[in-house]
């Protein structure tokens, strides 16, 4: 680790606050900051400024109660011998946000590069929760690369309906089938749903939000035992205090993103996120946080080092517990200390306590066995994602773990090709397109056939819509058919147990081969190969291409608000982490001045 220099001559905030070459503008920069009552000892005896990230707000309530807990926040910088600046970043909400809270996290991403560059701050502590927020705020923190804390906001107290658990998002698909089928109304629909969230803070299942802020943790951006607090417990604010006096002692450490988000580091996420049974989403936003942090990590390693990696955390949506078992088992250092006993994990590398992830994680145990599992006895074998390829597109992510029994019995015992199906290809133009048909008794839908949701990547639904898991028609539930196999050039929810083929590169609404699908079409889909064709000859795609070519191309919708065209005009597909591209060269910027 850094050794601790105290010389306060090489703090940043030093060029504003204390600069005697510059008197007119250290006085004009203390003149408005000593408005509300800071006194010019606290600016001028070379305590480091510590911002805070703000990401709560009356529009983002799974990060909103960081308004308090940024209270001891401060306490924990002040005691250490910093002065907290908290600031608000551009909100993010992943539920209310239209069309998409995604198109929002490169927003966010750009906001706090801007106050992170642009004010008197030394270290920073980033007040994570919804799904985006975790990425954007680490995407900020490694571009500019000044010393950054992560601290979670943690999980939601664990939902209940009908005396079972019922996890954030994983209840409303459920309840959506048991409303197709007409078990339940509007009312109930509705009461299921809000009873899930009893609490402050984040998705309680293995959503997004908990995927992102373990996997935070996990490449050592966080102190030990951080993501899976749940939000209302003590210690939840304890570590807020930790992580207020931590920050400190990593700016006189010059402890610094670059130090810590290695490759090693990406790779220890990758595995941990398996063993989790992480987010589809996920891929996603490591991709996003490795490129702005200058660290080749091509899709196919999440394949390559994750795909074998066994589930061990019995959380849903993959299992059957939420927040709270999966916090008094141990969290994500119980499950770290699994990993790398089995060295799986990287032990020898940085992390933001000022200790190696073998350091961190060497006392760590498993206190109930059923909610975090040995290695010998997991839940799935192979929790990683496959990395699809084929003449549908060039890649796509798939989540195996959460194949139910009934969907393999279905489409992967066949006897002659144990791995692979065929199926009739029906194609939706976006969500929209999906909820007015997909009742309609003209497509014939059966079981087989493949749902394809196409319009739905970073282009065509700015942002990346969360859309490609389908629920069947709900003729087809009835009949006890309640999950079809699906594809798309969308995003899913972490939530979502479906086994879709998703994140689909490039999309159609750029050209990809998707956009030259049709209903009716024969789709082959093969998990050995992890291929997805379609089975059509190359004249008859030719033909199509130049017929889409001579339309025009695959229809975009008009953008809404400038920022959407901005972003449209600057973003990544979602197989390069759907970032603005014109920001990935600008690296370790604190450096340059
Ligand atoms: Fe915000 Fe899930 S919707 S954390
Ligand atoms: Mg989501």
Redesign the pocket.
């Known amino acids: 680790m850094a050794k601790r220099d105290r010389d306060s001559r090489r703090l940043r905030s030093r060029a504003w606050f204390d600069n005697p070459h510059n008197p007119g503008m250290t006085a004009l920069y203390l003149e408005r900051q000593l408005n509300f009552g800071l006194t010019r000892d606290e600016l001028q005896s070379g305590r480091p400024v510590i911002g805070i990230a703000q990401t709560g707000s009356d529009i983002a309530p799974c990060n909103r109660h960081h308004l308090e807990l940024a209270k001891r926040v401060r306490d924990g910088i002040i005691a250490s011998g910093g002065v907290p600046f908290e600031f608000p970043v551009h909100p993010v909400q992943?539920?209310l946000k239209r069309p998409t809270?995604s198109i929002d996290r490169n927003l966010q991403y750009l906001s706090l590069v801007e106050v992170l560059h642009g004010y008197p701050i030394d270290g920073v502590v980033l007040l994570t929760g919804c799904?985006k927020t975790t990425p954007a705020l680490l995407m900020g923190a490694a571009t500019v690369d000044i010393p950054a804390i992560v601290l979670s906001g943690g999980p939601m107290l664990n939902g209940w309906w009908n005396r079972v658990r019922a996890g954030s998002?994983v209840v409303i698909w459920e309840a959506r089938k048991q409303q197709a089928a007409g078990n339940i109304g509007y009312e109930e629909f509705i009461d299921i749903v809000t009873d899930a969230a009893p609490s402050i803070g984040h998705c309680n299942s293995m959503?997004?939000a908990s995927t992102m802020n373990a996997l935070a943790e996990a490449l050592g951006m966080s102190l030990p035992g951080c993501a899976a607090i749940p939000a209302p417990y003590r210690q939840r604010a304890q570590m807020a205090y930790a992580t207020g006096a931590r920050i400190v002692d990593m700016v006189w450490e010059d402890l610094r993103p670059s130090t810590i988000l290695t490759r090693q580091a990406f790779e220890n996420a990758i595995v941990v996120n398996s063993a989790i049974g992480g987010s589809t989403?996920a891929p996603i936003h490591l991709t996003a946080l490795a490129r702005h942090a200058g660290v080749d990590l091509p899709l196919a390693e999440w394949q390559r080092i994750g795909y074998e990696i066994p589930l061990l955390v019995n959380m849903q949506p993959a299992g059957e517990y939420l927040g709270e078992e999966y916090y008094r088992a141990g969290g994500l250092p119980a499950v770290m200390r699994t990993l790398l006993d089995a060295a799986l994990i990287h032990g020898d590398i940085p992390t933001a306590s000022g200790r190696s992830v073998r350091e961190n994680v060497q006392t760590a145990t498993i206190a109930d066995p059923d909610v975090i599992r040995s290695l010998d006895n997991p839940l799935v074998a192979n929790a990683g994602f496959l990395v699809m390829r084929g003449n549908l597109f060039d890649t796509a992510i798939m989540k195996t773990s959460v194949i139910s029994a009934d969907f393999r019995r279905r489409y992967l015992s066949d006897p002659n090709d144990v791995m692979a199906f065929e199926g009739r290809a029906i194609v939706f133009e976006g969500p929209e397109d999906y909820h007015a048909r997909i009742d309609d008794p003209e497509l014939d839908i059966d079981e087989h056939c493949v749902l394809v949701m196409r319009g739905t990547g970073p282009q065509g639904y700015p942002g990346a819509a969360?859309v490609v898991n389908m629920q069947p028609p709900a003729a087809l539930i009835r009949r006890g058919i309640d999950a079809l196999p699906c594809i798309g050039d969308g995003?899913q929810?972490?939530?979502s147990g479906s086994p879709s083929i998703l994140n689909a590169a490039p999309e159609a609404a750029v050209g990809g081969n998707l956009a030259l699908l049709k209903t009716g079409d024969r789709l082959r889909v093969d998990l050995k190969q992890c291929r997805v064709d379609m089975l059509i000859g190359t004249d008859e795609l030719d033909a199509r291409r130049q017929a889409l070519d001579a339309a025009g191309g695959y229809p975009m919708p008009a953008s809404q608000t400038p920022w959407q065209a901005i972003q449209r005009g600057l973003v990544s597909q979602l197989d390069q982490g759907m970032v603005l591209e014109p920001a990935v060269p600008f690296q370790r910027i604190a450096a340059k001045g």
């Open positions: 992943e539920t809270a799904d998002g959503g997004t989403n969360e995003r929810s972490g939530t």
